[in-house]
DNA sequence: AGTGTGACGTA
DNA sequence: CGTACGTCACACTT
């Protein structure tokens, strides 16, 4: 690190006028986390923090706040400032957030009891100017003005959060015509409103400015009073007690006693776990991104770089320097350079990095015959451990290559989603800030200027790719610990790891598609959206509205049409499907109708244009799974969702035509657990008479509805089972009784009464729903049944909404995440028995409970026998898993 | 061009 | 004012 050549610089902030002002700069309603906290205030005082320690490279840093209204300046004025009303709640939560962020920034907050945070600012300032440091002062308020001077300059929030004025005495003396020290003069007689501090009527801003000029001080122009002319002048005379009051309030004091030296105050390095953890909770995600940025280059300590010098490996010395560095008690690195997806992949460049410390690169494309073998051979040995980083795409391009792998021992993403579940991503560089404190981008960087001396891209690249190789392999070795301390080993290498093979197959394979019949619904869909569309534009009599616009349609519905107003939203009233039904059975109107058609056939529409576009040359449509994604356990399927494909409408179920069998196969089957996450809840909770419901292997909501109602079970009524049933559906997810209410579209007080008399028959139901709630609030975490951990910190929240919202988390994460715990154990079940009983019969998808396969020409029946065994096997619960089967040439024909 | 929002599909 | 996701179009910001 060069020193810099400036001298040493204090930056001091005011935390509540800056704060304040983000909270009215920025929209509330644009900045709040999906908890509901809202966070404009905090978002807009880190950003300006950020950019000015980007700008300014102060060498010191602190930040003032007030701490309560009483301050000197109120026992002597009890007017001060009393003008404000109280500041509001969405405010006053915000400043513990900034302080938050401060603390894991490590800079210093200072607050003096009976001082506002411009007296704390002036005496650090003060003090850092007999020490010879420059002084910034960050501020909203401009009594700090009267600190200027050559060595002090306030930046002052010009408008917004973004545009800083830089305050130096020229800048004073262009804006007021006064020097620094005239300012508090100038400010006394102008009065302030912000601070309630009263002016006199009829001088304004430019006649006390002409004041201050013409007589220099304050002081001098109340000697001189006599001499001021005019109506000004009387005015003046008359309320002089007031401006001298003024005057005493507005200077600001620069000798607190604080027990601070100008040395504390220097810029530590900050708290890498810390900021993560606020910042996640704050979902700040660009801003995190911005400090990275702008800190990273500051930090001394951040780059010790990777013990590793890569080594480019050509032809003809692979397959020794594997025999040398990758034998069986090896462990190494692997990171591939290329690309992949949806099922398949190229690799351009693999990159290895051996737990003795050598590592280096070589290009597939250029390999001999017995490296090719050599390479071959190690990927496929499974007493040979490799180590990667989200290892699944990987495995698509080497695979794509020719090269199966076998004896993955570790995927440092994977870990990190069982360590860290709820993170937005498992960046490789983010884990290695995190976990070993080591920059992966700036040693890149580094490398980057040595090489491009004697390299040139190339070398440059796989330099890159080796570090990466090796910052894999350490971060795994730190990240084993984590797991061990997280109970989390077992779940690891008995489930995830052993799935991503399993998920990388079913993503290779693919589900056939019948494009024919897309196209065809594609068609009939499209002529539906414009059939409705027609029909709306009719009903209100013109064509000139995006029926896809929520925005536009409000103005239809709601000032046009003067229709009664719906739910509020952010942007307005919700024009979502409940509603505008709602709205239809008030109304009758028939642009609503025409509406909701449209709504429907265009999103099928849409559904449909995405799955032919998704359509792969082998006339299959390979979904990629994600497997730290859902903070649950549960996978996700993007590009394209094959886990939300509809089936709840004749026309939606049309789509699942279009899924098939493939050539060679026989058929699809598909196999699903019965109310599996109600199982999981009779398990855990031990209820008897939820356990028994299941033993009787009856209708499992009728029986809990004749149960409840303390009726046969033949004289259970539609309505009756229908209550239970949303019942019984909404118990895992905190489902309250005004949500029931409106589910039912029943009265609260009934859906009370209805949830009371459950719980009377289900009593144990009842005890593990706080029980669970309790123990997360005390240990912080939850858990399933596999011991998949969900960290809840807002359990201990002060803010209602926050703290409810993770309650229902904590009610639902055991429950949905130990469903995914077995699902998970019974495709390795189901994968494994297809090897060993040698069947082509493959799987394809997962749908949470609901497993997708292709049978092979007869073994249909073998086939069914297998997954039924498997899946209900999969962990023995207190109930039996329940599995249902269907077999057909389409995912809807295998329906049942 | 990138981001946030509303709406809606699944379990 | 039930959980967990992904995708799309629109509207807005940069």
């Known amino acids: 690190m060069v020193e810099p050549a400036h001298p040493s610089r204090l930056l001091l902030l005011d935390g509540h ?76 939560g915000q400043v513990g957030l900034i302080k938050d962020v401060l603390e894991a ?5 200072f607050e003096k009891d009976g001082y506002e945070a411009d007296d704390v600012i002036a005496t650090l300032a003060e003090q850092a100017q007999a020490e010879g440091l420059d002084v910034l002062i960050c501020t909203g308020d401009r009594d700090a003005f009267q600190l200027v001077n050559d060595q002090v300059t306030v930046l002052y929030p010009k408008r917004g959060v973004s545009d800083l004025t830089r305050m130096t005495p020229e800048a004073v003396y262009e804006r007021y015509g006064l020097s620094p020290e005239q300012y508090p003069d100038y400010a006394a007689l102008r009065g302030d409103p912000s601070d309630n501090l009263p002016n006199i009527a009829g001088v304004g801003e430019k006649t006390a400015a002409k004041w201050v000029v013409q007589f220099g001080t304050l002081d001098d122009l109340v000697a001189r009073v006599d001499e001021v002319k005019g109506k000004a002048g009387d005015a003046l005379r008359a309320h002089l007690g007031q401006v001298l009051t003024n005057r005493q309030l507005t200077e600001l004091v620069r000798d607190i006693p604080l027990d601070t030296r100008v040395d504390d105050l220097a810029r ?36 010790e770089g990777f013990e590793i010098d890569p080594v480019r490996l050509d032809a003809g010395e692979v397959a020794g320097w594997l025999a040398e560095h990758a034998a069986a008690g090896h462990r190494v690195g692997v990171s591939i350079r290329g690309s992949w997806s949806r099922g398949t992949g190229e690799v351009t460049e693999v990159a290895v990095a051996s737990d003795d410390g050598e590592g280096g690169w070589f290009e597939p494309a250029s390999l001999t015959p017995d490296d090719d073998a050599a390479v071959a051979a190690w990927l496929a040995d499974a007493e040979r451990p490799k180590v990667f980083h989200d290892a699944k795409g990987q495995l698509h391009a080497l695979l794509a290559r020719g090269w199966t792998v076998r004896g993955v021992a570790a995927d440092t993403a994977l870990v990190a989603f069982l360590a860290l579940p709820g993170q937005r991503s498992y960046d490789l560089a983010d884990l290695v800030l995190r976990f070993l404190g080591r920059e992966l981008r700036a040693q890149a960087a580094d490398a980057a200027v040595q090489l491009s001396l004697d390299g040139g891209d190339e070398e440059q690249l796989g330099r890159d790719e080796t570090i990466r190789a090796r910052a894999v392999l350490d971060l795994a070795h730190s990240l084993d610990g984590e797991l061990a301390n997280k109970g989390g080993r077992r779940l690891f290498d008995e489930v995830e790891l052993p799935l991503v093979g399993v998920l990388a197959s079913m993503e290779q394979i693919g589900i056939a598609v019948d494009t024919d019949h897309l196209r065809s619904l594609e068609s009939s869909f499209a002529d539906a959206v414009a059939q409705a569309a027609d029909d709306a534009y009719d009903a209100i009599g013109r064509r000139d509205v995006n029926l896809g616009s929520p925005k536009q349609l409000q103005t239809v519905l709601f000032d046009e049409l003067a229709m009664p107003k719906t739910k509020r939203i952010k942007t307005g009233y919700t024009t979502d499907a409940e509603s505008l039904a709602d709205l239809y059975a008030k109304t009758q109107h028939p642009f609503l109708e025409a509406l909701l058609r449209h709504r429907d056939v265009s999103k099928l529409r849409v559904t449909v244009e995405g799955l032919l576009n998704s359509v792969a040359d082998d006339g299959r449509i390979h979904t990629t799974f994600g497997q730290t994604v859902a903070a649950t356990g549960r996978l996700s399927s993007t590009d394209p969702n094959l886990q939300n494909i509809p089936i709840r409408t004749d026309e939606g179920r049309r789509i699942r035509e279009a899924f098939v069998v493939g050539d060679g196969y026989e058929s699809l089957l598909t196999a699903d657990y019965s109310q599996i996450e109600m199982r999981i809840m009779a398990h855990l909770s031990e209820d008897e008479a939820l356990i028994d419901a299941f033993a009787s292997g009856m209708d499992f909501h009728a029986v809990t509805a004749s149960r409840v109602f303390g009726v046969g079970a033949d004289e259970v009524t539609p309505a009756m089972r229908a209550k239970i049933k949303a019942m019984n559906y909404g118990l895992a997810y905190g489902l309250s009784s005004y949500g029931l209410s409106r589910q039912l579209g029943i009265e609260v007080a009934e859906a009370q009464k209805l949830m009371d008399e459950y719980f009377e028959t289900f009593g144990g139901v009842r005890d593990y729903l706080s029980a669970v709630v309790e123990r997360a609030r005390m240990e912080g975490w939850t858990e399933t049944i596999m011991g998949r951990r969900r960290y809840l910190p807002d359990l201990t929240s002060d803010n209602r909404q926050r703290r409810e919202m993770a309650e229902r988390m904590a009610l639902n994460a055991p429950i949905q995440g130990s469903a995914a715990d077995i699902i998970k154990v019974a495709m390795l079940g189901v994968d494994r028995a297809l090897r060993e009983e040698r069947r082509a019969s493959r799987l394809l998808l997962q749908v949470h409970d609901e497993l997708v396969l292709e049978v092979a020409p007869g073994e249909r029946d073998d086939l069914e026998a297998l997954v039924r065994r498997e899946m209900g096997a999969a962990y023995p619960l207190r109930v039996p898993l329940d599995v249902s089967a269907g077999i057909g040439r389409t995912w809807q024909d295998a329906a049942h």
């Open 105 to 109: 920034l490590h800079i210093p907050v």
């Open 268 to 303: 530590q390095s900050w708290d890498r776990e810390q900021v993560h953890q606020v910042f996640d909770a704050l979902q700040f995600r660009v801003l995190r991104d911005r400090l990275y940025q702008t800190l990273e280059s500051a930090e001394p300590e951040a780059d």
């Open 17 to 92: 006028s800056l704060a304040y002002r983000a909270f009215f700069a920025l929209p509330v309603e644009n900045f709040s986390t999906t908890t509901g906290q809202t966070t404009n205030a905090v978002y807009g005082f880190t950003s300006m923090l950020i950019n000015v320690l980007r700008d300014e490279e102060p060498t010191h840093v602190a930040v003032a706040f007030d701490v309560s209204r009483a301050t000197f300046r109120s026992e002597k004025f009890p007017d001060y400032k009393a003008n404000r009303t109280s500041s509001p709640d969405e405010f006053k």
